[in-house]
């Protein structure tokens, strides 16, 4: 049970956001007559090549009813080989284990104990995410739009049709290794990702991004290269610009998507955080201000923010965060002061595991001490990712 009252979004910051919206591109701009026609046409079927990919990928059953004439023989013909078929069996046994041992308890947990405290019309920022649409989803799935932060490149949208017939054996083990960590203990290994995300078989965080949102029963409607200004705003790119980590700009891509008829968008960019990297990006904190005030998400972080080069990101997300939900490799417990915020507490917290050990929290842990302060936590996360030693931490912010 959560200890909070629900804070509401000034009027100014919602019609703030919702102006910048409208300068940020769109994939296809409409056009007027039978061009607008044309591009209307042109996006329907971009879309549903779209989720096409998004489903085969995910080694999902493309379940859209289509005339003969209409039939996309691509894709039936690539879900006759005997790779796909296999890959199909282990990733719905490998979800339908992870839904019951840790989505569904996580939704639960989330309507219960987060969605009182969240407006619709809010943006999650989740930084150090990897492509970590899945849990950001899971603990946040009715807000606005999602923006994920990395240092992984974006990569390329997946072409099967491309890959020769006796390599994609080979392509879906590069996906079923790469996905294998955040399946099982619910985060990306750092060092893991350097190398799944290079590979020639899987290039970059977007496949990841599209597996995550057809299993998560999102309908992808558009797919853009994008590049953060260095006023903030969100321009088109190419993805032969965007595909490679480039230290010096903030590439990204931009993904629109819907679900029961609610569309929202997610945003992954590929950007080091560290003080050194922002000092020549200010469109981010500008891009980052249009936001609003946001709900943060932190886990798995591996104690950056506890660093004095990590500083800068840090005191952007005390400054723009209206919640904050994380657990203990993210922000340090004695940046949050009681005048600005009130904290609940779940799960359990003694120590980091030995790897990250110099980060212990001794005033954590003398909070954690006192039962009255701490709720139970029904599912694992982070790096203690064992359900009975895993903690998280919900901040939200006292009324400005």
């Not at 079923?176 to 970059?204: N, P, Q, W």
């Not at 009130?342 to 001794?362: A, H, M, N, T």
Request: glycine content about 6%; charged content about 25%.
């Amino acid at each position: 049970m959560s200890v909070f009252g629900c804070q509401t979004r000034q009027g100014k910051e919602q019609a703030r956001r919702h102006e910048k919206r409208g300068r940020e591109v769109s994939t296809i701009a409409p056009a007027p007559g039978k061009a607008g026609g044309r591009a209307a046409a042109e996006r329907k079927e971009a879309a549903e090549e779209y989720e096409d990919i998004a489903l085969y990928i995910a080694g999902i059953h493309n379940p859209r009813e289509k005339s003969p004439s209409e039939v996309d023989c691509r894709f039936v013909e690539l879900e006759k080989n005997i790779h796909w078929k296999e890959y199909s069996v282990l990733a719905d046994s490998s979800w339908a284990r992870l839904e019951r041992r840790q989505l569904a308890r996580i939704r639960s947990w989330a309507k219960q104990e987060l969605a009182p405290h969240c407006s619709e019309q809010t943006s999650l920022f989740y930084p150090f995410s990897g492509p970590d649409f899945l849990y950001a989803y899971c603990f946040f799935q009715n807000l606005d739009d999602y923006v994920l932060i990395g240092l992984e490149p974006v990569g390329r949208i997946p072409e099967p049709e491309n890959i020769p017939p006796d390599s994609l054996g080979s392509y879906f083990r590069a996906l079923r290794v790469a996905l294998g960590d955040i399946l099982t203990i619910s985060f990306f290994k750092t060092k893991d990702m350097e190398a799944d995300f290079a590979s020639e078989r899987l290039e970059g965080t977007l496949p990841i991004l599209l597996v995550f949102l057809a299993r998560t029963g999102n309908r992808i409607i558009a797919i853009e290269p994008v590049q953060i200004g260095k006023n903030g705003e969100v321009t088109r790119s190419t993805f032969s610009e965007v595909a490679k980590y480039d230290a010096g700009k903030m590439n990204g891509v931009k993904i629109t998507f819907e679900r029961n008829g609610l569309q929202k968008t997610l945003y992954y960019f590929s950007i080091d955080l560290s003080n050194s990297s922002l000092n020549g990006k200010i469109g981010l904190r500008k891009f980052i201000d249009d936001r609003g005030e946001m709900v943060t998400l932190v886990k798995a972080a591996t104690y950056l923010m506890h660093k004095k080069y990590f500083s800068e990101i840090r005191a952007i997300i005390l400054d723009r965060s209206r919640i904050i939900l994380q657990d203990d490799s993210g922000i340090p417990l004695r940046c949050f002061d009681n005048e600005n915020w009130r904290l609940q507490l779940y799960g359990f917290y003694s120590c980091p595991i030995p790897l990250f050990k110099e980060w212990v929290q001794d005033d954590l842990r003398v909070l954690y001490q006192d039962s009255s302060r701490v709720e139970p936590l029904p599912f694992g996360v982070g790096y203690t990712w064992q359900a009975n030693r895993s903690n998280l931490m919900l901040a939200l912010r006292n009324g400005r």
